[in-house]
């Protein structure tokens, strides 16, 4: 959606697509994710104005992700490993996720 309108009118008419990040991360700007996984669809926001001690996550609907993605979160071992996975490739392998 967002690549449709970008450039469709000027700058400020332009809309922002925001998450409201769980966990207490306050609302994000969906572009300003620190790491995103297609085929999990975990998407890794910081927020170090609320907590520099946590990273917030936000998981894409199963049903919207591809087979690979779905047949891993099907398996309650693979959630643990899904979500280190995700803060690894953000380079915050050390803080918490918030709850």
Do not use: C, M
Not at 29 to 50: F, I, K, L, M, W
């Amino acid at each position: 959606l967002e690549r449709h309108v970008r450039g469709a009118t000027a700058g400020f008419n332009t809309p922002i697509f925001v998450n409201d990040v769980p966990g207490g991360g306050g609302k994000r700007d969906v572009h300003s994710y620190d790491y995103y996984n297609e085929t999990t669809g975990v998407s890794v926001y910081r927020s170090p104005n609320v907590d520099e001690e946590k990273a917030y996550l936000y998981y894409d609907p199963i049903d919207q992700l591809p087979e690979e993605g779905q047949q891993r979160w099907g398996d309650e071992s693979e959630h643990q490993a899904i979500i280190d996975e995700a803060l690894k490739g953000a380079g915050l392998s050390d803080l918490e996720p918030a709850r």
